[in-house]
């Protein structure tokens, strides 16, 4: 497939792999849906229009699991999938209860914000500094302003880029055409 996909979460890699598959096969199909089987023997159910749909705005490619995972795979070949993981990770944590916040948010800061963070994300100093005090009394709002900014990066850089992408465009004529 693309570089870097191994280091995805083999569910999502099978589900990438499984979505280019059913994909693939639009173009035979003469429904307007089709249902795979995957390993978990769950549902996994496809509308043929679905990747135009991904087209409208980024808001509805992230609502959509497969659109995510697609896109997701699109980051990690692009290297760049700390973006997706950490914006994932601010939208766990608002469901976080209130007795676990300090911990998870500690957890989220050491690994995307952090001078040292394994997969630190492009935010500016101004960003990171308010990030960084509102760490002192966590809410489940501590991360909005970095959760913003990021969002704001992916809808601007990658999200136009992964429209570009041979896999997007493939899709797309694929479910036009079929």
Same mark, same amino acid.
């Given at each position: 497939?693309?570089?870097? $996909? !191994?280091?995805?979460? %083999?569910?999502?890699? !099978?589900? =990438?792999? !499984?979505?280019?598959?059913? %994909?693939?096969? $639009?173009?035979?199909?003469?429904? &307007?849906?089709?249902?795979? /089987?995957?390993?978990?023997?769950?549902?996994?159910?496809? +509308?043929?229009?679905?990747?135009? #749909?991904? #087209? *409208?705005?980024? !808001?509805?490619?992230?609502?959509? /699991?497969?659109?995510?995972?697609? %896109?997701?795979?699109? $980051?990690?070949?692009?290297?760049?999938? *700390?973006?997706?993981?950490?914006?994932?990770?601010?939208? @766990?944590?608002?469901?976080?209860?209130?007795?676990?916040?300090?911990?998870?948010?500690?957890?989220?800061?050491? /690994?995307?914000?952090?001078? @040292?963070?394994?997969?630190?994300? +492009?935010?500016? &100093? =101004?960003?990171? =500094?308010?990030?960084?005090? +509102?760490?002192? &009394?966590?809410?489940?709002?501590?991360?909005?302003?970095? /959760?913003?900014?990021?969002?704001?990066?992916?809808?601007? @850089?990658?999200?136009?880029? %992964?429209?570009?992408?041979?896999?997007?465009?493939?899709?797309?004529?694929?479910? #036009?055409?079929?």
């Amino acid at each position: 497939m693309c570089r870097g $996909l !191994e280091s995805l979460p %083999f569910t999502c890699l !099978e589900r =990438a792999k !499984e979505l280019k598959a059913l %994909f693939g096969s $639009l173009i035979q199909k003469s429904d &307007h849906s089709i249902t795979g /089987q995957s390993k978990k023997d769950d549902k996994l159910r496809l +509308n043929v229009n679905e990747p135009l #749909k991904w #087209k *409208e705005s980024f !808001e509805k490619l992230l609502s959509s /699991q497969n659109g995510l995972c697609l %896109f997701r795979a699109f $980051l990690v070949s692009e290297f760049s999938e *700390e973006n997706i993981a950490f914006y994932l990770a601010c939208e @766990d944590y608002r469901a976080t209860k209130s007795s676990k916040l300090a911990a998870k948010a500690k957890k989220i800061y050491d /690994q995307f914000i952090g001078s @040292d963070a394994p997969q630190e994300v +492009n935010l500016d &100093h =101004a960003t990171k =500094a308010i990030t960084k005090e +509102n760490m002192k &009394h966590p809410s489940q709002s501590c991360f909005n302003l970095a /959760q913003a900014k990021i969002y704001t990066l992916m809808e601007k @850089d990658c999200y136009p880029r %992964f429209l570009k992408s041979c896999t997007y465009l493939e899709l797309s004529r694929k479910a #036009k055409t079929g």
